[in-house]
């Protein structure tokens, strides 16, 4: 029997969590089931209580207290941890039938979505035929205040890029805190970013205000806590030019635009991720609920 699941992925504080949790109640609210599985071994609150939580197999303040790890490296011997106990996964998930929409909310810690070999591993496990079985699809949130400073945007599409070449799982990316900039970006510059465009580097707000203000700036002698004359630099703009080409010539990333607090905007979503993992077509017709059948005559 399949299973279908979500991975929420994502650098940290990209409203992950949030999304997970609207999600789960979008699905209440339309009748299908949930399975909440956290993955991250430092999340204390939340709004759903998870199903199946990482904690319950190791803690990240125990590793950090015993084994003198920061929150970094702590989180990833809880991972390898993990690795070398897949039977918490497998126990738990085993049983849930093709109706639920497992859930996995993914730690923000970059490396993880890297250059570490965990995640990989970890899709495989879930997704391999004969076992688990799980059809998969990764969302991977970015936040869309990161458009309005362009390095930010292009590195944050990177590390996207990165993730997905990775995992070779379906894969959705996704803008997340939408409401927080629609009424700062033009809708014609916005699909600009929605399939990212390098002549976004040429019309970069901020050094445009610095060229007609004829400012240059000497990145050498810069004062330490100007942030924009240290990241002014030629070397640094050739930087984000090279990854703009380089992600441009994969051609592969396109975001989808969520805002967590509206209701229609998860539907949207939830909409693709059925798409990709193809939900509907497994489900077996269900009988409405005895509240909505006619009464008899
Ligand atoms: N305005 C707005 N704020 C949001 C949205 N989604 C999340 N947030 C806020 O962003 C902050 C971080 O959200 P989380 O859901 O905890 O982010 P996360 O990706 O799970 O964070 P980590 O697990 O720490 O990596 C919280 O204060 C949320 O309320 C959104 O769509 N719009
Ligand atoms: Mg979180």
Request: one cysteine or more.
């Amino acid at each position: 029997m399949s299973k279908y699941g979500v991975m929420v992925m994502g650098p940290a504080g990209a409203g992950k969590s949030t999304f997970c949790a609207n999600l789960i109640t979008h699905l209440q609210l339309n009748r299908r089931s949930a399975f909440y599985v956290n993955l991250d071994p430092a999340a204390e609150h939340f709004e759903h209580q998870p199903d199946l939580d990482i904690k319950d197999l190791i803690s990240l303040e125990d590793v950090m207290d015993e084994l003198k790890l920061g929150p970094n490296g702590g989180l990833i011997y809880c991972f390898e941890f993990l690795m070398e106990n897949l039977d918490f996964l497998s126990e738990a998930l085993d049983s849930l039938t093709e109706e639920y929409l497992i859930i996995f909310d993914m730690p923000g810690q970059i490396e993880l979505y890297t250059h570490i070999p965990i995640l990989p591993t970890l899709v495989k496990f879930l997704t391999q035929p004969g076992a688990l079985d799980i059809r998969l699809c990764a969302a991977y949130l970015l936040e869309a205040t990161f458009v309005i400073d362009r390095a930010k945007y292009f590195a944050g599409t990177l590390s996207a890029m990165s993730a997905m070449i990775m995992l070779e799982v379906p894969h959705l990316n996704i803008l997340s805190k939408m409401d927080l900039v629609k009424d700062q970006i033009r809708k014609k510059d916005l699909k600009r970013f929605i399939t990212p465009d390098t002549t976004l580097l040429d019309d970069d707000p901020g050094a445009a205000a610095r060229k007609k203000a004829g400012v240059t700036i000497d990145v050498h002698n810069a004062d330490p806590k100007d942030k924009d004359a240290l990241m002014s630099g030629t070397s640094f703009q050739r930087l984000n030019t090279a990854v703009a080409n380089l992600i441009e010539s994969f051609s592969m990333v396109s975001y989808l635009k969520l805002d967590s607090f509206n209701e229609d905007s998860i539907g949207a979503i939830l909409s693709y991720i059925d798409d990709c993992i193809q939900y509907h077509e497994a489900q077996e017709p269900r009988e409405p609920p005895e509240e909505e059948l006619e009464p008899e005559e």
